[in-house]
């Protein structure tokens, strides 16, 4: 049995849409399965943007229609320590992807994913970021994390047992 749960992080711009999203469905999908105290969750951005600030009102209502609170939450920027304390860090796309790479030790490229890496039902390498779009872009990156945070909880439900 692990000595600590496993640490999962969520990565994205600026912490205020995709990741804290991603976050929140996930830290449910967790917690309905009875597996809060053998995994966790936490968000960061590449960028400080937004720093101490709550995520984007839209990306709350959205959530909330769903049964996710996001209201907690509040942005940080991801730091070099991180890459110790998280057991795998999820990128919402490609950019993020190699902004974490960037910052990371080369020892820690393992432990770096794409988020839609985990879907089943999308095909696509990126979360876009709806920050610039409509209530239907923040519907449709729910679809996309809610189908790619299962796929995770699974890989990572798995990966424990082996």
């Known amino acids: 049995m692990r000595a600590r749960p496993i640490g999962v992080l969520f990565v994205c711009t600026g912490n205020i849409c995709r990741s804290p999203t991603a ?5 449910k999908l967790v917690a309905d399965a009875g597996m809060s105290e053998a995994i966790v969750a936490d968000s960061a951005g590449t960028h400080d943007y937004h720093v101490g600030q709550p995520p984007d009102p839209r990306a709350q209502e959205a959530a909330s229609q769903r049964g996710y609170d996001l209201s907690g939450l509040r942005a940080r920027r991801v730091e070099r320590a ?10 919402m796309d490609r950019g993020h992807l190699r902004a974490l790479s960037r910052l990371a030790q080369p020892v820690a490229a393992g432990k770096m994913k794409l988020m839609m890496s985990y879907a089943k039902s999308f095909a696509q390498d990126d979360v876009p970021d709806p920050y610039y779009g409509g209530s239907q872009d923040f519907e449709r990156v729910l679809d996309m994390l809610e189908d790619a945070s299962r796929g995770l909880l699974d890989s990572l439900t798995r990966a424990s047992r082996e």
């Open 82 to 91: 991180d890459f110790e304390r998280f057991d795998v860090v999820i990128a």
């Open 23 to 27: 976050e929140g469905i996930f830290r």
